[in-house]
């Protein structure tokens, strides 16, 4: 009797154990499959979620050539430093990175031109602490330059032309569905990244400027008095040639 339970208790174990097994291995079949409306979730509508505009540290730099005979800057050098450091007060998200040439026979123009340099930084309003001075040995081959950057706040879309589903019917019934296609909106979203002025705009709305102060009691003060608060505009249309067709 003892034997006999013995046999039926190891077969109901091995057959607890083909059950747990069978339902593993359903589970992990059921965890690989995706439904149809799964896979169609996955593929954003959107545009801009498709080519999302993202914000990145980029950088921008000019470069000064130097002559062997002569230092300073040209005038349309003075201009490119010029404004290179106005724009560094509005757009730079650090220090201003000089990369002078050293060990040359350009080392006396490049002194003299660095002077400059940071004379018109100084007339800018650049303070001589946020310029990190660095040296470089120059190629023999290449023109010597003194090397001018800074990073900044960039938007950068894309890349575009990447097709990773069919346009037209094919056998797959998940391409049979009336959505845009991948590449579409990606050209605009890559041309308002680059022509957008600043690029933390995309991201949230600058701070407003306070209202102006003596126009707005002008107009408070008519309202008050039950006046039209609009302005008036005199003598504007006197440079008049004629009253022709009137």
């Not at 993202?54 to 005979?69: A, M, P």
């Not at 040359?104 to 309003?125: Q, V």
């Amino acid at each position: 009797m003892t034997v006999l339970h013995t046999a039926i208790r190891g077969r109901r174990s091995r057959t607890a154990r083909r059950l747990l097994a069978a339902a593993g291995l359903a589970a992990l079949l059921a965890g690989c499959y995706q439904s149809p409306q799964m896979a169609q979730n996955v593929y954003p509508t959107d545009y801009r979620e498709r080519h999302p505009i993202t914000l990145r540290d980029g950088q921008h730099s000019i470069e000064v050539f130097l002559g062997r005979n002569r230092g300073g800057l040209t005038p349309s050098q003075r201009a490119d430093v010029l404004a290179f450091a106005q724009g560094w007060r509005h757009e730079a998200t650090s220090g201003v990175v000089v990369d002078v040439p050293h060990g040359g026979p350009t080392d006396r123009a490049a002194a003299a031109t660095l002077r400059e340099i940071y004379s018109i930084f100084a007339a800018s309003g650049v303070p001589r602490n946020a310029i990190y001075l660095q040296h470089y040995r120059p190629p023999s081959t290449s023109l010597a330059s003194i090397k001018i950057k800074y990073s900044k706040l960039t938007a950068h879309a894309g890349p575009c032309g990447l097709w990773p589903e069919d346009l037209g019917p094919t056998p797959d019934t998940s391409y049979n569905q009336n959505r845009p296609y991948w590449n579409f909106g990606c050209a605009t979203q890559r041309n308002l990244a680059a022509m957008v002025d600043n690029p933390a705009d995309l991201v949230q709305p600058r701070g407003g400027a306070p209202a102006y102060a003596a126009r707005r009691s002008v107009a408070v003060h008519k309202w008050s008095q039950g006046e039209n608060p609009a302005g008036t505009y005199t003598g504007y249309d006197k440079g008049k040639i004629s009253d022709l067709g009137k």
